[in-house]
């Protein structure tokens, strides 16, 4: 990998990184992770995403913090040659710091569009007390991120959910949904128009928490679902830490299981042909 730290060309994100052999590991794992991804799951049509446009959504959080430095990392290196459009989405929650990310953006050079759209409200007068405010936040903001990106020109909404987004949507359908479904790494929306990527589907939440700290990103937290307790969510990240505490390695197992399935050992006919099995005469 071209070692870009030291080069006076360096992507402003990573100008100031940390010269240790620990942080360049990390960068090192995280960019081959995001790119095997991308190559997995056929995120770039034509190999390297040349001429395309991807809506690069912010929160403010660790996770898309990582996400936007590691693609720009690969742009800067000639494995990623798509158009990168940071975007974030203020929401209208009382108290967020509104300045904040796009300063850090202005700062830095990166292209940025910053809408509000105050969902908030919205969110607050719809869903019933004690209820978890997830699901009609995440559906207001893809509406508008969606917009976004056909106002913008883009081809793809790229979002920055991780190895830990899939296996605990994995155990959510498992446990309360009675399917077996977790979290695509590439999905179409329903009008068929737009790409949905995920390329850190492959990368481990820890490391992108080490890394957006090593950085110094301005991290906002979620005060919406964030501040909820007892988020069916949250009861399945406790589950997961537990079993990786008394067994580590088995986010990985687990993980490695959603991409070799058996449909002949499953018990869906519409997976296999169960009918029609039958021995030789």
């Not at 690069?56 to 693609?71: E, R």
Request: glycine residues 8%; proline residues 5%; aromatic residues 6%.
């Amino acid at each position: 990998m071209t070692d870009l730290l030291d080069h006076p060309d360096a992507i402003a994100l990573l100008r100031h990184a940390p010269q240790t052999t620990a942080f360049n590991k990390l960068r090192k794992r995280l960019n081959r992770l995001t790119r095997e991804a991308m190559d997995t799951y056929g995120m770039l049509a034509n190999g390297h995403a040349k001429g395309e446009r991807w809506l690069v959504c912010l929160s403010g959080g660790k996770d898309s913090w990582a996400m936007l430095g590691i693609l720009m990392d690969l742009n800067a290196q000639g494995l990623l040659q798509a158009d990168l459009l940071a975007c974030n989405l203020d929401q209208g929650q009382p108290g967020f710091p509104a300045s904040t990310i796009p300063d850090f953006l202005d700062s830095h050079g990166i292209a940025h569009r910053i809408e509000y759209r105050d969902t908030y409200s919205v969110v607050m007068d719809k869903v019933p007390a004690g209820k978890t405010y997830c699901s009609l936040c995440s559906r207001l903001r893809r509406g508008n991120l969606y917009r976004i990106a056909r106002e913008e020109g883009c081809s793809s909404v790229v979002l920055g959910h991780h190895r830990e987004d899939a296996l605990e949507t994995f155990l959510l359908n498992l446990f309360h949904g009675g399917t077996l479904a977790a979290m695509p790494p590439k999905l179409l929306n329903d009008e068929g128009d737009l790409t949905v990527l995920r390329p850190l589907a492959l990368c481990a939440e820890e490391d992108l928490a080490k890394y957006a700290a090593a950085l110094s990103f301005p991290i906002i937290p979620c005060d919406l679902c964030g501040s909820q307790d007892g988020l069916q969510r949250q009861a399945m990240k406790q589950l997961l830490d537990e079993w990786e505490r008394r067994s580590p390695g088995r986010k990985d197992t687990i993980f490695r299981a959603l991409s070799h399935v058996k449909p002949g050992h499953m018990l869906d006919p519409a997976l296999f042909d169960f009918a029609g099995l039958a021995p030789r005469k």
